[in-house]
């Protein structure tokens, strides 16, 4: 398949590449890294009149340190600098180890972290990174700037809070506290192929070893990035336990997770799956919280 006939244009600043948003609306379509969307064009699944595309813009691949002792990640950012960047492991070590997940190295090289939150795949590992980790998604727009939490900011099916003319230009990840695991654990037939089943796991615990905080998001299991609420709340209830551990696992995969059938796996099968990683992310969340820091 080829794609479309559109016109190309590659601002060099965001103030051209909103302009060219404001004056196309939804005729454009924004590229990124690119690793969605040209599948998207050669199968004609996406007909833009106008490609914006923003690799000329320098201001948005960036990592650092916020004022408060969180991360800072550019719109622009490789996927595969996350992997990579000592401040990332440092600060946010939950994505160190999920991004080598994320399809293959020579996707990580071009996609985007902007690109992948707003293409909203709920397949796709950073949307459930960032619910996990609390992030905040900056937008700038025709209006201004505004802020919205990561899990504001999915609202359906490959659909985002994202009106035509904004772009999502910077994300947030506030400081990890102290006595806080981690774990990512994902099931794919093959390493770099769509996940039949994943989740992102943090939990916090208090002085006395009960949990004060715990958040559960999957990914492949509804159509947007999935928490398990009533899952977590048994974390905080009975503490981080093997009873407990089995009993969250059990509640999120069978009551809480709208998995589909598709040809990866049926949607039975995928309940199974997340009761498995459930219980492995947690545990090696309960460890790392235990550890001396």
């Known amino acids: ?30 590229l990124a890294g690119g690793q969605s969307l040209i599948p998207l064009l050669n199968f004609r699944l996406a007909e833009p009149s106008v490609l914006v595309d923003l690799n000329r ?18 719109g622009m950012t490789r996927v595969r600098t996350l992997e990579r960047d000592s401040r990332v492991a440092e600060i946010a070590p939950l994505l160190t180890e999920a991004v080598p997940w994320i399809a293959h190295p020579q996707i990580r090289n071009r996609g985007t972290v902007g690109g992948s939150l707003a293409h909203a795949d709920p397949a796709a590992e ?22 919205v939490t990561a899990a504001d ?3 359906g099916l490959m659909t985002t809070d994202l009106a035509p003319d904004e772009l999502l230009i910077e994300v ?7 006595r806080t ?7 794919a037939r093959r ?14 615990l208090d002085g006395d070893g009960s949990v004060s905080n715990a958040r559960l998001v ?3 299991a509804g159509e947007v990035p999935t928490p398990a609420p009533r899952a977590t709340t048994i974390l905080q209830q009975e503490g981080l336990t093997e009873e407990s551990i089995r009993a969250a696992a059990a509640v999120a995969a069978h009551e809480e997770i709208e998995p589909t059938d598709d040809i990866h796996a049926s949607a039975e099968f995928k309940r199974h799956l997340a009761e498995v990683v459930t219980r492995r992310a947690l545990a090696a969340a309960r460890e790392r919280a235990l550890e001396p820091r």
Request: aromatic letters at 10%; charged letters at 20%.
């Open 1 to 30: 398949m080829k794609p479309p006939v559109f016109d190309y244009l590659a601002p060099e600043t965001l103030d051209e590449a909103l302009a060219a948003l404001r004056q196309h609306g939804w005729g454009a379509k924004v």
């Open 57 to 74: 813009i320098e201001s948005l691949d960036y990592v650092r340190e916020s004022d408060s002792g969180g991360l800072l990640i550019g």
């Open 126 to 147: 950073l949307p459930v990174l960032a619910v996990a980790l609390d992030a905040t998604v900056r937008i700038r727009g025709a209006s201004g700037e505004r802020a």
């Open 153 to 155: 900011f999915f609202v």
């Open 172 to 178: 947030e990840i506030p400081p990890m506290l102290a």
């Open 181 to 187: 695991g981690w774990g990512f654990v994902e099931i």
């Open 191 to 204: 390493k770099g192929d769509y996940a039949q089943a994943g989740v992102a796991a943090v939990v916090t």
């Open 218 to 220: 999957y990914l492949t």
